[in-house]
């Protein structure tokens, strides 16, 4: 990432948090819950549900996305009267073929990293089916999120297997901790042998 990155449309200056943000980040934060969920260690950001600048910041994304819009259905219109014209001349040469109606998808999406709905924009059906994300920066920090989670998963992985107690194993998944982060995982691991050990010490005593 580059200065021009942060000067770009996708970032804007943060009165609150003094620095150059994400707007998809800044409506992620926004709509995270209020509650702390301890299950998945998901953090909430109360001073930033009721920010006046966040709430202009949803408003422009908004604004832009039924901008897109109108002028992907202008763009839709125009490809429709062609469509027409031709299907008249096809027509007139096989008037007793009967052809199936074709069915369109839905034209709208909700990103999964941000919240924001957006508007097909032109995309071909087999790329409109393929879009997961509202920007390229959103798809950019998911396929990241995704490596992250999955070298996670690799360390959780080796250090309950390093775990030399099949109890503490037992215990271990018991507990479903597979979802918090890895340093957190690690020191239940760690908590868990420690009393454990303290436990087969005072037996043996």
């Known amino acids: ?19 150059q943000l ?9 709509r995270q819950s209020e ?3 301890w299950k998945t260690c998901s953090r909430s950001y109360p001073q930033c549900m009721k920010c006046e600048q966040g709430q202009k910041i949803i408003s422009e994304i908004e604004n832009k996305h039924i901008k897109r819009h109108v002028e992907a259905q202008k763009t839709k219109d125009i490809g429709v009267t062609m469509g ?18 074709a069915t369109r998808g839905p034209e709208t999406k909700i990103c999964p990293l941000c919240g924001v709905e957006f508007e097909r924009n032109g995309e071909s059906s087999q790329k409109w089916v393929a879009k997961k994300y509202c920007s390229e920066l959103c798809a950019k920090e998911a396929k990241l999120a995704q490596t992250k989670e999955s070298n996670a998963k690799g360390r959780k992985k080796r250090v309950f297997e390093q775990c030399e107690y099949p109890e503490v194993r037992a215990l271990v998944m018991a507990a479903q901790y597979n979802n918090v982060d890895y340093a957190i995982y690690k020191d239940f691991i760690s908590y868990l042998t420690m009393a454990y050990e303290l436990g087969k010490a005072s037996a043996a005593a």
């Open 1 to 19: 990432m580059t200065l021009d990155d942060l000067n770009g449309p996708d970032f804007f200056y943060c009165e609150r948090l003094k620095c």
């Open 22 to 30: 994400l707007k998809s980040v800044c409506i992620k934060r926004q």
């Open 35 to 37: 509650k702390y969920d």
């Open 84 to 101: 027409e014209v031709k299907s008249d001349a096809k027509t007139s040469v096989k008037s007793k073929t009967k052809t199936k109606p």
